[in-house]
T-cell receptor, first 116, second 115 residues
Framework: AQSVSQHNHHVILSEAASLELGCNYSYGGTVNLFWYVQYPGQHLQLLLKYFSGDPLVKGIKGFEAEFIKSKFSFNLRKPSVQWSDTAEYFCAVNALGSGNTGKLIFGQGTTLQVKP | GAGVSQSPSNKVTEKGKDVELRCDPISGHTALYWYRQRLGQGLEFLIYFQGNSAPDKSGLPSDRFSAERTGESVSTLTIQRTQQEDSAVYLC?????????????FGDGTRLSIL
């Protein structure tokens, strides 16, 4: 069965520190990849997505992610975090192929706390 | 409205009761998904609607769970004879078309607590 693993469950950083959140998935075929963010008291929002092409994708608020197919990874990065980045971050995969219904397989989520 | 709307936002009920959760997708979105998020876990897929048919029900955890959708509009998720393990946040998402290259837009969820 397909699965998504996020390595860090809770990350605490000071403002201006660099961020990298790990995400690995298990599926041998073609995938669409997503990072969603949930700010306190808000609904899930799309941060960025990868469908094809350049494996380095840029999203909102200075976030980027790199798809490394050989490592089945899609790690999220930001060079300098802000207090307002405090949120929960979810990696998600849509496994393409026959029978695909667009359903997303989510990782457990990573809670990021940025200290001012 | 502009986004996916879910109601109620919170529901507390006694074990054994039936509950009905509602989702209003973004107008024009043909695809609709239900997910569940239990405490400390990621979202689990429950069911997918394309229009008013449900070609993928593979995530429904038991026959106590059912869902329906009226046309390309409102969907309801029904849980019969609720159990404590059903406590979770139930999230609905919709997307524009069926090529799966459209992102899913999520509602605020219904927080269900079974006493």
């Amino acid at each position: 069965a397909q699965s998504v693993s996020q390595h860090n469950h809770h990350v605490i950083l000071s403002e201006a520190a660099s961020l990298e959140l790990g995400c690995n998935y298990s599926y041998g075929g073609t995938v669409n990849l997503f990072w969603y963010v949930q700010y306190p008291g808000q609904h899930l929002q799309l941060l960025l997505k990868y469908f094809s092409g350049d494996p380095l994708v840029k999203g909102i608020k200075g976030f980027e992610a790199e798809f490394i197919k050989s490592k089945f990874s899609f790690n999220l990065r930001k060079p300098s975090v802000q207090w307002s980045d405090t949120a929960e971050y979810f990696c998600a995969v849509n496994a393409l192929g026959s029978g695909n219904t667009g359903k997303l397989i989510f990782g457990q989520g990573t809670t990021l706390q940025v200290k001012p | 409205g502009a986004g996916v709307s879910q109601s109620p936002s919170n529901k507390v009920t006694e074990k054994g009761k039936d509950v009905e959760l509602r989702c209003d997708p973004i107008s024009g979105h043909t695809a609709l998904y239900w997910y569940r998020q239990r405490l400390g876990q990621g979202l689990e897929f429950l069911i997918y609607f394309q229009g008013n048919s449900a070609p993928d029900k593979s995530g429904l955890p038991s026959d106590r769970f059912s869902a329906e959708r009226t046309g390309e509009s409102v969907s309801t998720l029904t849980i019969q004879r609720t159990q404590q393990e059903d406590s979770a946040v139930y999230l609905c998402a919709s997307s524009l078309v069926t090529d799966y290259n459209q992102p899913q837009h999520f509602g605020d969820g219904t927080r269900l607590s079974i006493l």
